[in-house]
């Protein structure tokens, strides 16, 4: 069991780098934080292991690196 507010992940590291690249014209905060953050959520198995991320208004596109 872990204590509450332990954070479980501290020994876990990306084995590569990710980029995540945002295509839109909409830049508020509110809009961007929205997109990226769900994005992470549904990719981070992926990015720990390095991809190119690319958010698009209308779709989210996947390439695990190197390219």
Known sequence: M?????????D????????IHV???NIT???????VISSIW??????EKGALIVIDEDKKRIRILPL
């Not at 872990?2 to 501290?10: A, D, F, L, M, R």
């Not at 876990?12 to 980029?19: H, T």
């Open 2 to 10: 872990v204590p509450v507010g332990e954070n479980t992940n501290k």
């Open 12 to 19: 876990k590291k990306a084995k590569k780098p990710s980029v």
């Open 42 to 47: 549904t990719y981070t198995e992926v990015s």
């Open 29 to 35: 905060v509110e809009y961007l934080s929205k997109m």
């Open 23 to 25: 295509r839109t014209q």
